[in-house]
C-alpha cells in the first residue's frame, strides 16, 4: 500500500453522480464545488520548527469533503486515488 | 453531520432578499459586501507552530457577517451550506 | 449591536464633504487619499501563534484615519458601516 | 494633532525644489528617488508575536529620507501629511 | 556518489511506460500525474531557525511518488538522476 | 552625514569604468552583474521578533559586491549615495 | 579575495564542454539543467530570529552541482566567480 508523507491524507473519491432529467444527461454545474472521498491512509504529521509532531485529525475510514482540484492523483494496484495535504480537506461526515 | 477541520465554520446562509420598487425587481448592487448566516458547526481550533490548540471565538447558533466569496460551498442531506476558516468571519451579530 | 472578531474594528465613515466653486459640484481629486470616521465596537484582538491575545490600541469613540479601500462595507439596522482589521488604521485623532 | 498607530510615523514633506538653468525649469529627474522629511509624531512601536513592543528609531523632529511613493497622504487642519511605516524611512540626517 | 544538501532527496526516476493498444503507441495521458522512483540518496535533513536539525523521512531504497515537474535534473557518471525537496515527496510503497 | 536606518547601509558606488577598444567606446554588457562601492555608514542592526538586535557583518570603510539594481538613491551634500538593505550586499573584498 | 556574506558560498563554475558528434557542434540541450563548480570560499552562516548562526554545510574545494541561473556573477582580479545561497546548492560530490 501507499503511505503519505507527514501531513499527507489518501482518499478513495465517491465518483460524481451526473444528474439526468428525464433522461437527460445535464452537464455538471460550473461553480467550484468539493467533492467526497474515503481516507484510506494518513502520514504522521508534519514536523514543525521546534521538531513536534502534529499528529492529523482524519483518521482511516472517514468520509471527507475536500476542495475540488486540490492534490495529486496517483495510480497504484490499477486503482485511482487522490493525495492531498490535510489543510485541503474541509470536512468530516459523522 | 458534517464537523468542520480545524479553524473552519460551517454556515447556513440567510438568503439575500431582493429588492423590488413597485415589483420591478432590481438588480443587487455590484459592489462587493459581506453577507450573514448562521453557524451549524464549528472545527475544534487550529494548532500552532508549538502544538497549542487554538480553540474558535464563535459558536454554534450565532448570526455572522463573512467576506462575500470566501469559503466552499458543500451540499450535504439536499442543503446548501458554506465552509469557510474563521478569519473569513468579520462580527458577530449581538 | 455588532461585535467585530480578533482584531477587527467597526467604523461609521464620516462623509467626505464634496467640493463646490461657486456652485459647480467638484469632481473629488482623484488620487488615493485615507479617510476619517469614528471607532463604534473593536474586536477582543487577535491571537499569536503561542496563544497570547494582543489587545487593540483604538477605542470606541476615537476618530480614526484609515487607509481608503480597506475593509468590508457591513449594513446593520439600515447603517453602513466599514470593518476593517486595525493594521489598516494609519492614526487616531488626538 | 494625529497620533501614528504602531510603527508608524507622521512626517511634514519638505517641498522638492524644481531646478531651474537660466530660468528655464526643468522637469524633474524621472529615476525614482528618496525624499526628505521631518518627523512631526511617531508611534508607540509594533507588538511583535510574544507581545514584545517594539520602540521605534526615530523621533519627533528627526529629518528623514524615506522611500518614495510609499505611505499614505493625510490632511488634518488644512495641512498635508505623509504616513508611514518606520521600515520606509532609510535614513536619518544627523 | 552525490550527496544531497539539507532536505534534498536523489531519486532514480522509473521509467513510465507507454501505453500502447494493439501496437499503435498512445500519447500519454496530458493530466498532470505523479511520477515514481526510488530514493537512492538523502540529505542529513534541513536545520530550523533555533538550530534543529529535522532527519528525513525517506531512506534510500524506497520506491516513491513525488509530484511531476518538481526537483532538479542532474547528471552523474553518465546517469540522470532528480534531486528534490522531500516535501515534492507524496507518498512511500510500503 | 547620513545615519542608516535598522539593517541598512549607505554606499558610495566606484564608477563602472567603460571598456574601450582602440579608442572605440564598447557599450557595457547587459547581463545582469554586481556592482562594488565603499560602505560610509552602517544602521545598527533590524531587531527580531523577540527584541534581540542583530548587529551587521559589514563595516565603515569595506569594499563591497552588491546586487545591482537594489537599494535607492540618495542625494546628500552634492554627493550621490546608494542605501540598501545588508542582505543586498554579497561579498567583501579582503 | 572576496568573503561572502551570511549563507552566500563562491563557487568557480566549471565550464560546460559542448558536445560534438564528428565535428559537428550541438547546441546544448535546451532543459533547464544544474551545473558544477567548486567552492571558492563560504560565508559565515546566516543569523536566525533568535541570534543563533546556521554554519553552512559545505566546505571550500567541495565540486557542487547548484541550479542554474540562482546566484549573481562577479568579476575579481579578472576572474568571474558566481555568488549563491547554499540553498541553490542541490548536491555534493562526495
Redesign the interface.
Given at each position: 500500500?501507499?503511505?503519505?508523507?507527514?501531513d499527507?491524507v489518501?482518499i478513495k473519491v465517491q465518483e460524481e453522480k451526473e444528474e439526468s432529467v428525464g433522461g437527460i444527461l445535464l452537464a455538471s454545474n460550473a461553480?467550484?464545488?468539493?467533492q467526497v472521498g474515503e481516507v484510506i491512509?494518513v502520514g504522521?504529521g508534519s514536523?514543525?520548527?521546534?521538531?513536534?509532531k502534529?499528529p492529523l485529525?482524519?483518521k482511516v475510514g472517514d468520509t471527507v469533503?475536500y476542495?475540488k482540484y486540490s492534490g495529486?492523483?496517483?495510480?497504484?494496484d490499477n486503482e485511482d486515488y487522490l493525495?492531498l495535504h490535510?489543510?485541503d480537506?474541509?470536512?468530516?461526515?459523522?
Open positions: 500500500m501507499l503511505k503519505p508523507i507527514a499527507r489518501i461553480k467550484e464545488k468539493p491512509a504522521d514536523v514543525t520548527e521546534n521538531g513536534t502534529l485529525t482524519v469533503y476542495d495529486s492523483q496517483v495510480k497504484f493525495v490535510e489543510k480537506i474541509i470536512a468530516i461526515v459523522e
